[in-house]
């Protein structure tokens, strides 16, 4: 009997985007009003995750910097694609954009319109979302499945799947 490989974690930080053909990696993050797109081709077998600040949709707005959503969601694409992944076949994943501090503006708000802007421009179907809520979320994809699992922060209540009444359905699985 062959021996089951761990697992290996692969943090995705902010203002980054990270992609991989590798069973064996599982991209994790923690958001708050920052948005995570996950991105896969069921086919090639190639994903990848990225995890934005704010949107960034205008060269005014993002200043040179990297945490902004259009600079990350080009080079999250472009990555999947390097490794052969095809345009058409890909599917996508939200996480995050919640409102996390009461009173400052819904910046969560804003980064999920822009991605599901940007995707629905691009011609890529997002087939499952967990966005919005005043809950941090710990998130961890793996890119050779697709597959998605949330916590939030602070709960300790499992469940296997995302209704989609709270977050757009799909693979999403809560632990």
Not at 27 to 44: E, K, M, N, Q, R
Request: with cysteine; aromatic share 8%; charged share 25%.
């Amino acid at each position: 009997m062959g021996r089951v490989a761990s697992p290996r974690w692969v943090p995705v930080v902010q203002g980054e985007f990270r992609a991989s053909g590798d069973e064996h990696v599982v991209f994790s993050t923690v958001l708050g009003s920052c948005v995570a797109a996950c991105l896969f081709d069921p086919v090639a077998r190639v994903g990848g995750m990225n995890h934005f600040l704010l949107p960034g949709e205008t060269a005014a707005e993002r200043g040179g910097d990297v945490v902004y959503g259009a600079y990350l969601m080009e080079l999250l694409v472009n990555g999947v694609m390097a490794m052969g992944a095809q345009r058409a076949r890909l599917e996508a994943k939200l996480f995050g954009g919640g409102r996390i501090v009461a009173g400052l503006s819904d910046v969560g708000v804003k980064n999920a319109e822009f991605a599901e802007r940007y995707l629905s421009y691009e011609g890529i179907r997002v087939v499952g979302r967990d966005i919005g809520g005043d809950k941090a979320r710990r998130l961890q994809f793996t890119p050779v499945t697709g597959r998605a699992r949330v916590r939030y922060v602070g709960e300790d209540a499992a469940r296997d799947e995302v209704p989609s009444s709270v977050a757009g359905g799909g693979d999403v699985e809560l632990f």
